[in-house]
Nanobody, 115 residues
């Protein structure tokens, strides 16, 4: 059974930082492509950042220069360090894994940035 469990969300003031974690089980983590997506109310789910099995990263425009994705294959965990947060970063953040053709999603964690 695949499980992706996000943690680290919460309420933070604008300009602050948060670190999200996603602990994976039931997948071969080291060969999986891992990503963070976010969805604000009434909006589509968008890519924040993703990291391949080799460590190569890709960022959505909203994350460039402020967010950093990383992975720890020994802990089957992917992280999203978010700095200089803005109110428009408020959303539910979802972890996604892709192994071959199989995609899995976590349940999401709420991030709220107050102005």
């Amino acid at each position: 059974q695949v499980q992706l469990v996000e943690s680290g969300g919460g309420l933070v003031q604008a300009g602050g930082s948060l670190r999200l974690s996603c602990a994976a089980s039931g997948i071969i983590f080291r060969i999986s492509r891992m990503g963070w997506y976010r969805q604000a109310p009434g909006k589509q789910r968008d890519l924040v950042a993703e990291i391949g099995s080799s460590g190569i990263t890709n960022y959505g425009n909203s994350a460039k220069g402020r967010f950093t994705i990383s992975r720890d294959n020994a802990k089957n965990t992917v992280y999203l360090q978010m700095n200089s947060l803005k109110p428009e970063d408020t959303a539910v953040y979802y972890c996604k894994s892709r192994t071959g053709l199989d995609d899995y999603w976590g349940q999401g964690t709420q991030v709220t940035v107050s102005s």
